[in-house]
């Protein structure tokens, strides 16, 4: 009986985290690999592929230049012209070679696809990165740059991108964020939905991507799918950076020799070197201040991902939701007059009921033997709070039997069977009976009549 309640509340739970187990795992499993050769391949018409926004851009004259290295990427796009970068697997990109694309020239623009804070830490940008979201969402554009209003709604916030103190254009609720430099322009956007195959058609995805790679003649495509070792020997011709600052006041950055350098007039600098004005969002440590959330921000938080934090909530309204529907009560029991009239004998065979089905026969006959404890106290005139032994030694006076026989009667315990249960039950019963005086004792059925 136990084993089929403990089921029976059990049973909820593990249907609920069976269905999130496999929903996770189903997520898990449907989203794309970076390393498969389709992932965002100008050639590829699988639906992670991206041959429709490499057609669409060829048909309006610009010119896609695949590479499938860095070095290749790094050493065409520094050959001189205005051109884009699309980078779509930051993830798999040496870290050297990121550092190098932040230190491109001016008139090169740089668009990485769902970076973390790891690989925008690299490019050296003081960028706090939010998310990643279970799925990406698709928020109006929220900016006035021509891409953004040409698009219109896009799913391009699953990773968001907070660009402090850079004069930056933000959009779609920073999912997708630009910081124009001394250097190459650098675009985050948060999803690879929009440049997806399968995706194009959903919302303004498409207008999108296009949008943001039509705005130089070439676009230069990193089709990348595999992690690149660290460079042996670096044959990237180094531009020199121009020390001034861009139209918007921004600093330039440093040489960019090493992954993730502090730029001139950098925040992080040392403030010996006339270092005054430092950017808003961090402090003279060069940390982050401010604008952070103490709770989602802490280590217990970050150590686990969302769905987990997800996973445990819905196990809770789970648990809420079965309280409500079976009727328990979130506290101790209220006693509550009955609506009606209930006859003795129903409530008598209901209570028993109720034990029978969870196997109770303890408690069942504590129940008998304490209502027959309370019976013999008020019939030998003894206090309500007469104790046991006092309650025994009285009705062995009567019955003529030990003392410790009584007391067994009285506050012993069952074997674990019904037939024990009856018999300790018509014992007691025949013992209240007799020293009232209202039949002849017998113990049982076995051990005949004691006069």
Do not use: K
């Amino acid at each position: 009986m136990r084993s089929r309640r403990r089921l029976r509340f059990a049973l909820p739970f593990a249907v609920v985290a069976g269905l999130v187990t496999i929903t996770a795992i189903a997520h898990v499993v449907q989203q794309p690999d970076p390393t498969d050769a389709s992932f965002l391949s100008p050639t590829s018409d699988d639906g992670d592929g991206a041959r429709l926004l490499a057609d669409r851009l060829t048909g309006g004259g610009v010119q896609v230049d695949v590479r499938t290295t860095s070095t290749d990427a790094l050493a065409s796009a520094a050959s001189g012209g205005p051109a884009t970068v699309l980078v779509t697997t930051p993830e798999l990109v040496n870290p050297v070679y990121l550092g190098r694309l932040a230190a491109l020239p001016p008139q090169v623009r740089v668009i990485l696809v769902a970076p973390d804070a790891q690989q925008v830490g690299l490019l050296g940008l003081d960028v706090a990165v939010g998310g990643p979201r279970w799925m990406a969402a698709a928020p109006r554009p929220g900016c006035a740059a021509g891409f953004a209003g040409t698009a219109g709604r896009a799913a391009a916030l699953r990773r968001s991108y907070d660009p402090r103190g850079y004069g930056a254009v933000r959009c779609y609720r920073d999912g997708l964020v630009e910081l124009r430099t001394a250097r190459a322009a650098i675009t985050l956007i948060g999803a690879a939905d929009p440049f997806r195959n399968d995706r194009a058609g959903e919302h303004g995805n498409q207008a999108l991507a296009a949008g943001l790679l039509a705005r130089d003649p070439r676009v230069i495509w990193l089709d990348l799918h595999e992690r690149e070792p660290d460079p042996v020997t670096d044959t990237f011709p180094q531009q020199e950076p121009d020390p001034g600052t861009d139209p918007e006041g921004e600093p330039g950055y440093g040489t960019g020799d090493e992954p993730g350098g502090s730029p001139q007039g950098d925040p992080a600098g040392d403030p010996q070197n006339g270092d005054q004005n430092p950017r808003p969002g961090r402090g003279q440590d060069g940390q982050a201040q401010g604008g952070g959330n103490p709770v989602t921000d802490s280590p217990l938080a970050r150590a686990f991902p969302p769905v987990v934090w997800a996973t445990l909530a819905l196990l809770a309204l789970a648990a809420l939701a079965l309280a409500a529907a079976s009727a328990r009560r979130l506290g101790a029991p209220v006693a509550e007059p009955l609506p009606v009239r209930v006859r003795a004998a129903e409530t008598v065979r209901g209570l028993g009921g109720l034990y029978r089905r969870a196997g109770a026969r303890g408690n069942s006959l504590a129940t008998l033997q304490a209502a027959a404890s309370r019976r013999l106290t008020e019939h030998f005139g003894l206090p309500p709070d007469a104790g046991m032994d006092e309650v025994a030694e009285r009705v062995a006076a009567v019955t003529g039997h030990p003392v410790n026989e009584v007391r067994h009667m009285l506050g012993g315990g069952v074997e674990d069977s019904d037939e024990e249960l009856a018999r300790a039950a018509t014992t007691v019963q025949n013992l209240v009976r007799y020293v009232t005086g209202r039949q002849n004792w017998r113990q049982g059925t076995d051990e005949g009549n004691v006069t």
